[in-house]
């Protein structure tokens, strides 16, 4: 299973990523094998609009069941949603320190986005 998360880094120790459409990177963790690869999400860090939406589209690519994050929009969850990838939302400082919350399993999936959209 692979988990994806927004980080500002290129590695579990780097800070969680806040945002989710326009964060700097995605961290793609394999849960059985413990491997990660960065995803670049550099086209949308200054999109004009739709960037959470692209945002998803790139991550359901890369085969992500589920993406842990700070905020995710209206328009990127229904996308995420539609692809059946579970978001949770946290406020864990690093990509480690989320992914131990993940695997102690206290995070809660999300049933909605938590903030609204930048064009709302």
């Given at each position: ?5 927004t980080?500002l ?52 690519k ?59």
């Open positions: 299973m692979k988990l994806a998360f980080t880094g290129e590695n579990l120790d780097s800070p969680l990523d806040p945002s989710f459409g326009r964060a700097r990177n995605f961290l793609v963790y394999d849960v059985q094998t413990q491997a990660f690869e960065i995803i670049s999400n550099k086209q949308n860090l200054d999109a004009a609009q739709g960037a959470g939406i692209q945002s998803a589209q790139l991550i359901a890369a085969g992500v069941h589920a993406l842990i994050t700070g905020h995710c929009g209206p328009k990127a969850f229904r996308v995420l949603d539609a692809a059946g990838i579970k978001v949770f939302n946290t406020d864990a400082s690093t990509v480690k320190e989320a992914l131990a919350r993940y695997c102690a399993g206290t995070l809660s999936e999300a049933k909605a986005a938590n903030v609204e959209g930048h064009w709302a």
